[in-house]
């Protein structure tokens, strides 16, 4: 398996993995642009336009679009995220030609036309009440506002109902001429292709794509906080965050090794003692975030109203302990998750299209995965208890409650026990 890079005389780059034992193949397209481009009026845009992206070209309506990929047996999908927007295809090894001429066509000629804009936003608005529905979804949101209030980082992804159900045609055609240009996009190939022939592909295909600059977005600034949002659920909800780092942080790895330490497993510490030993909270888990320029560091919990009390104090003493003590054998179990996760991911021709994709866009290559392995096999229990006491000691933590919520500490308390 080789990994190679092309970029076209527009500056359009390409890369791909070949996988000869494969049968199916992976392309997409990754997009430098995500929520945190958006600024307060146009809250929710990207997503939209990521929508409506699949609802009709100049050649093709939305049906024409769903009925050509599954008359091969292929899918089309999308996401998008704080920072990055993908669209992406899996198709047999022989359709390659038609995922590369979907993709380009619905990133280049969609049309917005009004009928099929006025029925998506109606299901985007749709969504966004589903998450409000999802608690322990809408609380991850709620979190995201209290660790970067009034900032892009912070809104939603979905925006507020309100302002989806007004944005026209216009405003997505001007955001996406504005956002998707060729120095910002990378097309990705994984799979049973052929590098040679995927760039004479997307040469052809892509030939309609603006050159502009890279537009930065507002820098990520952190406020340790707290939200609380009462209403009536079984269950509360809470997260609890701190400050953490940037993909390209030399600590980056070491923080993702601590994650899974702490929660990433049925071993791991917070499972452990939350859930087998005290039952405080059937669901609990630790989570490492990162971006462009920062990141967080964060534990959710779902549990009764009637173990609030208990559950912080508890989370706080183990957050405390993995300051001041891990075993090598704890570290060694984490290293043996991480590397697992990653090595299964290869597995798949879509796992690895996302990898290539990120990377691209994020550092400018494509990472080998020994080089990955590599620096996960340096991380000592050292290593590990250093970036704890510098993530759980060098900010005030952040923290978003909701459901039934009276018993829980007030934040100062809270905040004290990492003071």
Known sequence: MTTRVSVLA??????????????????GVWVDVGARYESAE????SHLLEH????GTNRRSALSIAEEIEAVGGHVNAYTSREQTAYYAKVMKGDVALAVDILADILQHSTFAEEELERERAVVIQEIAQAHDTPDDAVFDQFQETVYPNQPLGRSILGPAVQVANYSRQVLAEYMGRHYSTGRMV??????????????????????????DAINGLRADYHGGDSRIARELEQSHLVLGFNGIAYA???????????????????????QEI????????????????YSD???????????????????????????????TVTPEEVARARAQLKAGLLMSLESSSSRCERLGRHMLIFGRA???????????TIQADDVVRVAACIFGGSRPSLAALGPIAELENYECLAARFG
């Open 367 to 377: 990472i080998p995965i020994d080089e990955i392995l590599e620096k996960i096999d």
């Open 52 to 55: 409506m992206a699949f609802k």
């Open 187 to 212: 097309v990705v190939g994984a799979g049973r292709l052929e590098h040679e022939q995927l760039v004479e592909l997307v040469a052809e295909a892509f030939d309609s794509l603006p050159r502009i």
């Open 249 to 271: 942080d030399a600590d980056f790895y070491t923080v993702q090794l601590l994650s899974v330490l702490l929660g990433g497993g049925m071993s791991s510490r917070l499972f």
């Open 294 to 324: 920062g990141g967080v560091f964060g534990v959710y919990c779902g549990t009764s109203p009637d173990k609030l009390s208990e559950l912080t104090p508890v989370i706080a003493d183990e957050l405390h302990k993995v300051c001041g």
């Open 42 to 45: 146009n809250n929710g845009v």
């Open 275 to 290: 859930r087998e030993r005290r039952g405080l909270a059937y669901s609990v888990f630790s989570f490492a975030s990162s």
């Open 10 to 27: 527009n500056g359009l780059r390409i890369v791909s993995e070949d996988m000869p034992q494969f049968e199916t193949a992976s392309v």
